[in-house]
Each structure stands twice: as C-alpha cells, then as structure tokens.
C-alpha cells in the first residue's frame, strides 16, 4: 500500500497487511451477534453482561472526533471476541497464521479494520486499546506508529481515570521533576512495532497527555497536523510544528508533568 508524500519516516496503520475480508470470517453465525454504529461484534459466548462496555466504543469514537478534530468514518469496524485465551490464539493461528503473538489485535487490510480480543483480566482495556486503533485508522489514512499508540494508550482507560490513572503518569512524573524529557524526535523515527518498548510506549503516553491537557496550543497543533493528515496534506513533523509554536517545548512538557 503507498504511503502519501511526506516529510519524516512513517508507518503504515497496520501491524500487517492481509489479503482476507472480513466477510469471510463472518460467513458463520457465531453464538452471539451484536451491531452498535460501526461496530460488528461477533463472539462466541453471551455478550448481555458487557454490553455497557460494548456500548461505549461508538461514544469513544465520538469523543475521539472532538477531541481531535478529526471527522469519523463510517466504515464498519469488525469485533471478534472470544471467552478464552486458547480459543483466541486457535482461531487466529488458523485464520491469520503470520499474525504476531499478542493478547489482543487489530488488523487491517484492503478492507474494514478488525479487533480480536479474548475475555481476560484486562478485558476492558484491551478492548478500548485496540478499539482505538481502529478508530484512528478507519478515519485517517495513516497513522504514525507513536501516535497511533500513544493514543491507545491514553484511551485505553475509562473516560474518568484517562487524565490522571495511567500506571504511566508516576514515572513520568518523576522523570520530569529531575528534568528528564522524552525525545519527540526520537519517537517519530519508530516505524516497526519491535521498536516499540515499554519506554517508548510510556514516552508516547506522555506525549498524548501534554498534547491533550497541555497549553492549548499544543492541543490545536495537534488537531491541525491531523486535520493535515485526514486532508492528505504532507504533514510535515509533528515536533517540527510543536517547536515553531512552542519554542521552549521541554520546559512546558517538563511543567505539565510537575505540576500535574
């Protein structure tokens, strides 16, 4: 798949491109069938008792929209969710056998995006995460990897515990007050997922919260880079924008945090 001139190293908004259609994985009627906006869920065990989980993601979509700025897609958004691990990694290893090892996806091809998640402890936060991927990739046409993350990251939690109860916020915290700040720059040059480690997943966490509840101009750079990027403008670099606004960006990222 071609990627639109631009500025900067880029990643496509996939963890990997696949040829199947989501069609093809819904030919079978599975135990329980659920529609919600933009969302198919198919599951193989009752839903009932999470359908208020289930229920939130079309407002997650809407609250990423206003949040930034970005017009949402109608394309449906495919949810597969099973009761246990075993059963998970079965059904992907059959149906996607290249797919990476993890405890929950989304893939996206050609086509529709897809969620698969398994009923875990995390349930919930896995759901949200990978929800928000799809989100942010059926609507805009690429997705930086760090961003795309870091927004994952951010959204992965309920609305009431997003600003201030990520297990991110304390060392972040604690980096800032000994006046350590994380390289922008360093992330934007992540384009492979085996780049991405628990720092780098931590540092675009932190990057998303200065971005949100920063200085508002923060905030508005970010919503026009994605305005850029949903218009198919080059974009440019994020950090380079941030800077041209925001000349002294790792005092204000370093006070957010202190004072946070």
Known sequence: MPLPACQGRWLLPL????LARPASLTAATWPDEYQNG???FHADFPMAEHRALLDSLPHLQAQ???LLGIQPSHEPIYVFLF????TYEAYLKKHFPTAPVRKALFIKGRGPGMVFVYRGDNFAVDLRHEATHAILNSALPVVPLWL???LAEYFELPAERRRHGSHHLRPVRLAAWVGKVPSLEDLEQRGQMTEMGRTEYRNAWAWVHFLLHGPPTARAELRSYLADIQALTPPGQLSQRLRAQLPDLERLFAEHFRNW
């Open 38 to 40: 933009p969302f198919l």
């Open 15 to 18: 963890l990997f491109l696949i």
């Open 83 to 86: 009761a246990r691990r075993r």
């Open 64 to 66: 990423l929209g206003y």
């Open 148 to 150: 795309d993350e870091g």
